[in-house]
């Protein structure tokens, strides 16, 4: 059964940085891409970053490009997200969620998958 | 960027009755690329449906996915109690990722 459990969100103000981790079990980790997503208070679901299966492409919303960057470690099933410059806006829950495809190009065109499982969250607040 | 269109916002609905919404992108997509998800209050999002009309694994088969192009829907045959939740379509066929503003079904 996937198991994703996130941590590392607080409380910081703006300008500073934040790492968040996603500890994945359950499944071959390293087989797979994987996403954040994040949902302010009250509102609805952003997808953040997306992570292929292997590292070698990564993806992101323009509202965190430049500022976030999306890794993962296969060897120990670790995906984490390095957050920079963080703005008011940026505050939210952050749930990693993992898909049933390899998040690699086809003849060019990035093809993802449904999230079929997503973790818990973890709360990131950015505040002066 | 494709925008997903959901509506309606709120939907009111008694236990026992038919739930209708939908999900209208802003251009034609593949319904290979079309999920929904349902949320309740201090949970995650959990995957319902996806290729528009097939449902994930566990979800009962009151719940059913259809459309095409630009027009999506999802429909629960007889609301449940436990139905009473937001919820969302989604996008994948592409970077970005989006996901439309949610329909929350409430109580009526």
């Known amino acids: 059964q996937v198991h994703l459990v996130e941590s590392g969100g607080g409380v910081v103000q703006p300008g500073r940085s934040l790492r968040l981790s996603c500890a994945a079990s359950g499944f071959t980790f390293s087989g797979y891409a994987m996403h954040w997503v994040r949902q302010a208070p009250g509102k609805g679901l952003e997808w953040v970053a997306a992570i292929s299966f292997d590292g070698k492409n990564k993806y992101y919303a323009d509202s965190v490009k430049g500022r976030f960057t999306i890794s993962r470690d296969n060897s120990k099933n670790m995906l984490d997200l390095q957050m920079n410059s963080l703005r008011v806006e940026d505050t939210g829950i952050y749930y990693c969620a993992s898909e049933p495809g390899r998040g690699q190009a086809i003849s060019g065109v990035i093809a993802f998958n449904r999230f079929d499982s997503w973790g818990q969250g973890t709360l990131a607040t950015i505040s002066p | 960027e494709i925008v997903l269109a959901q509506s309606p916002g709120t939907l009111s609905v008694s236990p026992g009755e038919r739930a209708t919404f939908s999900c209208r992108p802003s251009?034609?997509?593949?319904?290979?690329?079309l999920a929904w998800y349902q949320q309740k209050p201090g949970q995650a999002p959990r995957l319902l449906i996806y290729g528009a009309s097939t449902r994930a694994t566990g979800i009962p088969d009151r719940f059913s996915g259809s459309g095409s192009g630009t027009d999506f829907t999802l429909t629960i045959s007889r609301v449940e109690p436990q139905d009473f939740a937001v919820y969302y379509c989604?996008?994948?066929?592409?970077?970005?990722?989006?996901f439309g503003g949610g329909t929350k079904v409430e109580i009526k």
């Open positions: 251009q034609g997509v593949s319904s290979l690329h």
């Open positions: 989604q996008y994948y066929g592409g970077s970005p990722i989006t």
